[in-house]
């Protein structure tokens, strides 16, 4: 045996390497260019191996010193939030800034480890019904990124934030909060009733082939034959269909932030879109795609759906273009924002990491998302795929009933053969019903932008349950002596509606009509809730009309332009008799009545609107004579208020201001409450007002306030265009 | 130093007699053939599949179930006959537990229920990983046809064919990989609700062997002899359902009345263009799978008070290579190839599936992007089961490389089965004289289209008085061919699996006076002129 002749290694020898590497690591996260450090590594060395060691060695950056708000949840001993993996919704305490209630809570399906809140309806939290938390890293400010491009984009989407969560008595870290997309979220942004679904893009799957419905009966009813037949006609060459389907700037947007977030696989992933009745569009939103979902390569083949199609459609494609080109430009301000975001929540965030370095991973994000090589890619090109309708499409829309519109070659055929059985006649592009009686025995929708003028002593009946939509501008020149009528067919039973439906370009002119014998009406995937309903005007005139005897919802109900209602009267509706969404304008010497005992609804109501109401009359509303809701701003002169169950009524954010008005007999003569818990309380300012013989003169509840006001001021009145 | 070498020696030898002796064993109870395939399924399992480590994260859905585990031993104590209780169970998705019910399914093929790769259902809340389905099957694919099905749900479907929901799936029980196993909805009475179509359940009829009582396995009944052969599977209300099932039962029965009869009864019961989609799928998927007695679904459209079949179980290139044209699996099938204006539609379908699958890359493309999904969960599967032999029970564990032997089986099996039928849909070798009247023969399989737009309108075929369609350009017949049983066989809806051979065809066209000089014949079925 020989004897070794190597030298024993000693401790002092071990301690000193020790040291030596040490110090290399030391010098290395001390003195290196964190961009450097946040970089590939050689050798399998994974990014959080680096997180690790640059949190040990790295000394220069500041401390985490921001406070993010902590939201409480509480439970009972034995019902802990955190042990509770069930998929059902279970009871606990919820607290935060100057909320604290008992609330619903359930883990979140799609996303490992994140929770759903329900509030309760009468108390939602900070306008919120549902709240989403998922557990936040440094990471979590790409979601935050993709709020401000969304923002950017005009993409309706929940603002992100990021909280720190208490739950079973401990602090379970940071979790990133954003509101969950339901009809609350949509009604505080413009699209109350829509109906929200998602559309997956996946050619295997039958359940893509249509969107998913929260409510599927709605969309199954009006929408998905409507699509059945786009795709059809999209399948066979019409590609200019969809923007007469989907809202073409939201959809292009959509596209551009999808390429953003996913690249090639932006279809691999469900969207989120919400179907407005009013228009009958699809309006796409962005819903940021939960963590950990895998990034597949984008499939073969994809689905032919609303969206996807959209792409197609060389118009949306060119939004995509500009839109493309528009970040591209301001890229430099973007790039402002998310530093700033950065400075407000990376030292929350970092929670003990180095914050040069996750600053330094962050600007990588920043950089994948909307860098200069990430913006010299053309999303049109990478998105092209095959579109296609299998799954067994086919057969499925065997027997729909498809009775959708839109524009195309054959107009002019479509108007001559309206002319042709309704015996009006064509005057260029205009449609023109002179003196005489016309019968509409069916839905009857006259093409896209075509105008429809009506001539004095023309009389149009329409049958039972048909409703009619002019997409152009409407023109009805009757008088006061020498009327327009539009009247049911049969008397006995009501047509739906006369709907006039605007890309918020056209000008609708009514004089002299005297209407009667409607209700409500769907057709073309719109929802007309008015016996006369104009959607989407630029400027809306009446003058000289009488509009009466509904059934529906509605007498009449105009949704968004500048409204001017002068010297009409509004009587016998079933439910409201004038309803006004998003619109501004003046209601003047006009006369709101309810000669009939049954009818229940308001005279005027104004929603998201700011109204001047001047010389009217409201009597014998079984409901409000002027309801004013959804932040709105009304203001009532010289008006007449008598024998209604409520005068005038501010509700949900809304300010009402009324002066020299005269209000005789009602139950109630002023009041301001919350009506919609979404919102909060209202505000209404008594000027000087004649009050005689109501029950009481005025009601607000905890919300809101009735306050009493000498002088109308200057300012107030020029916000309502009076000199 | 000698003594450790003898021991290896010894130990060594010993191994090897042992072995051999269990070969030799295997050998004498299995036979060798099957001895020696379950012998190199095992090697292969062991030495290929130990080469895959670490493979990158699954691309295909991860079903992870958690059962009790006396729950499964109740299930498998008595298999088959066990396994249809339903049991509790969770499903986990992103940490959240989702009450389920699974029991064990596939009563007949032992792959289903033998080795540890058993197929099993799931019935689920609404709001479940896989809403809106409810219920899936979660079924053992088998190695050697690995992707079959789920292919063939992709194919039909492609085809506009009602297919249910299918995707491959990583499952995990217990926190034990079970391996890659094929996830497809249950049909019911929410078929078209699943496909956001309908906002109620619809009738659904399902045409399967009956249910098993006690432990036998029932006899198979012929579907379309009797509408009490069909299960209803709905909540719908059946009475109007049921009352369209008997009258197209009754519609598939041979009599005496004439077939134009026949064909308007079915027309008004059943969705003729879905059908012929389906016939058309069964050709292109080459199928006989579906038959008198099973794999049979109709479901009832509420739009059109129709009747729709949903693809079941096709099981890709089931059939053997070289089948005839027009082979029939059931009553519907016999009289689709008899009335020969659906037949050349079907096949119009069929040629045009095969066009667009095939020589424009369709199918490839889709299959490459399968695999590319499967791939890391195929390498992480060593749980591989399959029949290694064409006896039912030897399901045992295979091997990475029986899943690429199926796989390449599939494309060249496809290739060789697609290209042979395009051939025989695309060749019209027409032999045409002219004299006072038109003769074409030909042996050729497909229907001759003739059109013309200067001649009359009536000419006689074969002595017979016929009115040509008008069309955009004149008028056209379409000569069709005449079918006949194939030798042996029966010529009945009802009878089983009896095929349709063309007849060779030999018709004299009369215009009733010269023939017109814009005649043009055409291929029926692909429309290419023919020469």
Not at chain 1, 360 to 384: F, H, K, T, W, Y
Request: aromatic fraction near 8%; hydrophobic fraction near 45%; glycine fraction near 8%.
């Amino acid at each position: 045996m020989s004897r070794s002749n190597s030298r024993k290694v000693g401790a002092l020898a071990w301690l000193m390497a020790a040291a030596l590497a040490a110090a290399a690591l030391f010098a290395v996260f001390r003195f290196a260019d964190p961009a450097r450090l946040t970089g590939e590594w050689p050798l399998g060395i994974r990014s959080n191996e680096v997180d690790a060691y640059a949190s040990l060695f790295e000394l220069r950056s500041d401390s985490s010193s921001g406070k993010p708000e902590r939201y409480l949840i509480s439970s009972d001993p034995d019902g802990c939030l955190m042990n509770d993996r069930g998929a059902g919704w279970s009871r606990h305490w919820f607290e935060a800034d100057g909320y604290g209630d008992s609330v619903t809570v359930r883990r979140l399906r799609t996303e490992r480890g994140g929770f759903v809140v329900k509030f309760k309806r009468e108390e939602p939290f900070r306008a919120q019904r549902h709240i989403v938390l998922t557990p936040a890293s440094v990471h979590g400010l790409r979601a935050k990124y993709l709020e401000i491009l969304a923002d950017e984009l005009g993409l309706i989407t929940p603002e992100v934030s990021f909280v720190r969560l208490i739950a079973c008595g401990l602090d379970q870290g940071l979790y990133l909060k954003e509101e969950r997309i339901d009809e609350d979220f949509l009604e505080k942004r413009g699209l109350a009733g829509a109906a929200l679904a998602e559309q997956g893009h996946t050619t295997g799957r039958p359940d893509h082939l249509f969107p998913s419905f929260e409510e599927d009966s709605l969309g199954l009813f009006a929408l998905t034959p409507l699509l059945a037949r786009a795709y059809t006609d999209a399948a066979a060459g019409r590609a200019d269909v969809m923007p007469y389907l989907i809202d073409a700037r939201p959809a292009a947007s959509l596209i551009v932030l999808s390429w953003v977030e996913h690249g090639a696989a932006a279809f691999n992933h469900e969207h989120l879109m919400a179907h407005d009745w009013s228009r009958g569009r699809l309006v796409p939103m962005y819903r940021r795609s939960r963590a950990g979902e895998k990034e597949l390569p984008p499939a073969a083949f994809r689905m032919r759906d609303a969206l996807s199609s959209a792409l197609a459609d060389e118009r949306i494609r060119q939004l995509v273009r500009e839109r493309w080109l528009k970040l591209g430009e301001d890229a430099w301000r973007v790039r402002e924002r998310f530093a700033a975001m950065d400075r407000a929540w990376l030292p929350i965030l970092c929670e003990g990491q180095s914050l040069s370095v996750m600053q330094a991973r962050m600007q990588r994000v920043q950089e994948d998302l909307i860098g200069s090589a990430a913006l010299a890619a053309d999303p049109i090109a990478g998105l092209n795929a095959a579109l296609t309708r299998y799954a067994g499409s086919a057969s499925h829309t065997a027997g729909m009933q498809a009775a959708g519109y839109w524009p195309g070659t054959d107009d002019a055929m479509i108007l001559d053969g309206i002319a042709k059985r309704t015996k009006a006649f064509v005057r260029g592009d205009t449609l023109v019903f002179p003196r005489g009686r016309y019968i509409i025995a069916s839905d009857l929708t006259i093409p896209y932008g075509h105008a429809v003028v009506m001539e004095q002593g023309a009389r149009i009946e329409v049958a039972a349950g048909a409703s009619v939509m002019v997409q152009g501008p409407l023109h009805v020149r009757g008088t006061k002596r020498n009327p327009v009528f539009i009247r049911a067919a049969d008397e006995r039973a009501p047509f739906g509606s006369f709907a006039v439906v605007g890309d918020g370009t056209i000008d609708v002119r009514i004089e002299g009509l005297q209407m009667s014998g409607g209700s409500e009406g769907w057709i073309n995937a719109v929802r007309a809730s008015g016996m006369l309903a104009i959607h989407g005007a630029a400027r809306t005139f009446l003058n000289d009309c009488i509009i009466s005897g509904s059934q529906g919802e509605d007498l009449l109900n105009i949704k968004g332009g500048e409204v001017l209602l002068r010297d009409c009267i509004f009587e016998d509706g079933h439910a409201d008799l004038v309803d006004l969404d998003r619109c501004t304008g003046r209601v003047d010497k006009c006369l709101f009545r309810n000669t009939s005992g049954d009818a229940n609804g308001d005279g005027l109501d104004v929603s998201a609107s700011r109204i001047l109401v001047t010389a009217c009359a409201f009597s014998r509303l079984n409901d409000k004579g002027i309801s004013v809701g959804e932040a709105s701003q009304l203001l009532v002169m010289d008006s007449r208020f008598e024998g209604n169950a409520s005068g005038l009524v501010a509700k949900d954010l809304s300010v009402a201001y009324a002066s020299g008005n005269r209000f005789t007999g009602n139950k109630t003569a002023f009041a301001a409450y919350r009506k919609k818990p979404i919102y909060g309380g209202a505000r209404l300012v008594r000027y000087a007002n004649e009050l005689d013989a109501n029950a009481r003169d005025e009601h607000a509840d905890e919300y809101s306030a009735i306050v009493q006001e000498r002088v109308l001021e200057e300012k107030l009145r020029s916000m309502f265009g009076l000199p | 130093m000698k003594g450790p070498a003898s021991t290896l020696a010894v130990l060594r030898i010993a191994f090897v007699a042992l072995v051999s002796l269990s070969l030799l064993g295997f050998a004498i109870a299995l036979g060798p053939s099957r001895a020696a395939r379950i012998a190199g399924a095992a090697a292969t399992s062991v030495l290929v599949d130990g080469f895959a480590e670490e493979p990158a994260d699954h691309r295909i859905p991860v079903i992870d179930l958690r059962i009790a585990q006396e729950s499964l031993d109740s299930l498998n104590a008595d298999l088959p006959w066990s396994g249809g209780a339903n049991k509790r169970a969770k499903l986990i998705e992103h940490d959240v537990e989702h009450k389920v019910r699974f029991r064990y399914r596939g009563l007949y093929t032992p792959s289903h229920f033998l080795g540890g790769k058993k197929s099993f259902r799931l019935s689920m809340k609404r709001s479940n990983p896989w809403a809106p389905y409810r219920k899936v099957n979660v079924i053992n694919p088998k190695a050697h046809n690995l992707v079959n099905n789920h292919m063939a749900a992709w194919v039909a479907g492609s085809m506009g064919v009602p297919v249910p929901m299918d995707e491959l799936v990583f499952t995990r029980i217990n926190g034990r990989d079970i391996g890659v196993m094929e996830l497809f909805e249950q049909v019911d009475g929410d078929f078209e609700r699943n496909r956001h179509l309908w906002a109620k359940a619809v009738p659904v009829y399902k045409g399967d062997f009956p249910s098993v009582e006690g432990r036998a396995l029932p006899k198979g009944r012929t579907l379309w002899a009797d509408a009490a052969h069909w299960e209803y599977s709905s909540n719908a209300d059946s009475a109007l359902a049921h009352d369209k099932l008997v009258r197209l039962v009754a519609a598939l029965r041979m009599d005496t009345m004439p077939i134009a009869a026949h064909r308007d009864s079915i027309a008004a019961l059943i969705d003729v263009d879905a059908w012929l989609r389906y016939e058309a799928a069964l050709l292109v998927i080459n199928t006989t799978h579906i038959d008198q007695y099973h794999n049979q679904w109709l479901v009832l459209n509420p739009r059109t008070g129709r009747f729709y079949p949903v693809l079941w179980d096709a099981l890709m290139l089931f059939a053997p290579p070289g089948e005839p044209l027009y082979y029939v699996n059931d009553a519907m099938s016999w009289w689709t190839m008899r009335i020969p204006e659906w037949r050349l539609q079907r096949d119009r379908y069929v040629h045009a599936a095969m066009h667009r699958l095939h020589r424009k890359g369709e199918f490839a493309r889709q299959l490459d992007d399968v695999i590319e999904r499967i791939r890391p969960s195929v390498l992480a599967d060593r749980n591989k089961f399959g029949n290694v032999t064409l006896e039912p029970a030897d399901v045992h564990r295979v091997s990475l490389l029986h899943v690429i032997g199926s796989i390449a089986g599939l494309r060249s099996g496809t290739t060789a089965h697609w290209e042979q039928t395009l051939h025989r849909l695309e060749r019209a070798e027409v032999e045409v004289t002219r004299g006072a009247a038109l003769r074409i023969r030909t042996g050729s399989e497909v229907p001759i289209r003739l059109q013309w737009s200067d001649g009359p309108q009536q000419v006689l075929v074969n002595g017979v008085a016929e009115t040509a369609a008008s069309t955009a350009n004149g008028w056209s017949i379409v000569l069709h061919r005449t079918l006949r049983v194939k030798d042996g066989g029966k010529d009945h809806p009802l009878a089983d699996k009896q095929s349709f051979v063309v007849a060779p065809l030999d018709a004299t066209i009369d215009f009733g006076g010269a023939i017109p000089a814009s005649l043009v014949l055409t291929n029926a079925v692909t429309d290419e002129p023919i020469e």
